[in-house]
């Protein structure tokens, strides 16, 4: 009996003809669905260590660091009301629609490095290295490092051969996502001084599913080496 005959018997009749067709083909196991375990453990990259630590023992309780947090989620809550008063992203009016031109990242001191997050291929067993400073002058950063293309040897991991800086994602209050909001611009200024390879700037927007969290905007950036700056125009 075919299975587009069974779904259309009463309730009765499709209990008692798979009970049924299970005594005519005894020697058919039924089918069985693998149950999940109940703990799993998270997703480790190829060539990465594996902790031993229990879940509770990675918590690091401090009081004075909890009492400290708190007052900065409701310093940033206290500013989220107030800045909607004054204008928009806390500037008035008319100096919101008069800009021409925003600076969004500088490097003016060491405190600027902690916007921006280096990682290579280092981390799933590659062999590349990446590092970021303040450069001479305390005026510019330095991203330096070695590239390797050389995958790493764990029989999972085909290619290799990265390096990559990115800005930290920024927080509101309570460490929700905050945005830039850059509605009123249609252009990206970077200034730089490349060593004549060819790189790229990734842009990622606010998504609103799931499955757009890794969308990006891609621009290939060909830089000419040497000491002179370049100016580039996304």
């Given at each position: 009996?075919?299975?587009?005959?069974?779904?259309?018997?009463?309730?009765?009749?499709?209990?008692?003809?798979?009970?049924?067709?299970?005594?005519?083909?005894?020697?058919?196991?039924?089918?069985?669905?693998?149950?999940?375990?109940?703990?799993?453990?998270?997703?480790?990259r190829p060539g990465k260590p594996k902790?031993?630590?229990?879940?509770?023992?990675?918590?690091?309780?401090?009081?004075?660091?909890?009492?400290?947090?708190?007052?900065?989620?409701?310093?940033?809550?206290?500013?989220?009301?107030?800045?909607?008063?004054?204008?928009?992203?806390?500037?008035?009016?008319?100096?919101?629609?008069?800009?021409?031109?925003?600076?969004?990242?500088?490097f003016r001191g060491a405190e600027s490095?902690?916007?921006?997050?280096?990682?290579?291929?280092?981390?799933?067993?590659?062999?590349?290295?990446?590092?970021?400073?303040?450069?001479?002058?305390?005026?510019?950063?330095?991203?330096?490092?070695?590239?390797?293309?050389?995958?790493?040897?764990?029989?999972?991991?085909?290619?290799?051969?990265?390096?990559?800086?990115?800005?930290?994602?920024?927080?509101?209050?309570?460490?929700?996502?905050?945005?830039?909001?850059?509605?009123?611009?249609?252009t990206l200024h970077i200034r730089l001084?490349?060593?004549?390879?060819?790189?790229?700037?990734?842009?990622?927007?606010?998504?609103?599913?799931?499955?757009?969290?890794?969308?990006?905007?891609?621009?290939?950036?060909?830089?000419?080496?040497?000491?002179?700056?370049?100016?580039?125009?996304?």
């Amino acid at each position: 009996m075919s299975l587009t005959k069974i779904t259309h018997l009463p309730p009765l009749r499709l209990l008692s003809s798979i009970h049924l067709q299970q005594l005519l083909l005894p020697s058919i196991s039924p089918l069985t669905v693998p149950r999940r375990a109940v703990a799993q453990q998270e997703y480790r990259r190829p060539g990465k260590p594996k902790e031993d630590k229990l879940p509770w023992q990675k918590i690091k309780f401090d009081f004075s660091k909890g009492l400290k947090g708190i007052k900065k989620h409701f310093t940033l809550l206290k500013k989220e009301f107030s800045d909607p008063w004054v204008g928009p992203e806390g500037k008035p009016i008319l100096e919101h629609m008069l800009e021409q031109n925003r600076v969004i990242w500088e490097f003016r001191g060491a405190e600027s490095l902690e916007q921006w997050t280096v990682s290579s291929d280092h981390e799933i067993g590659g062999q590349s290295e990446v590092y970021l400073k303040l450069g001479k002058n305390n005026n510019t950063c330095f991203l330096y490092g070695t590239l390797r293309s050389n995958p790493p040897k764990d029989g999972e991991t085909r290619y290799s051969g990265y390096c990559s800086m990115r800005s930290k994602q920024t927080l509101a209050s309570f460490d929700r996502k905050k945005h830039y909001d850059w509605t009123s611009f249609n252009t990206l200024h970077i200034r730089l001084r490349g060593d004549g390879r060819p790189w790229m700037i990734n842009i990622a927007s606010e998504t609103y599913f799931s499955h757009q969290r890794d969308d990006l905007y891609n621009y290939f950036l060909y830089t000419r080496g040497g000491p002179y700056w370049q100016d580039v125009k996304v």
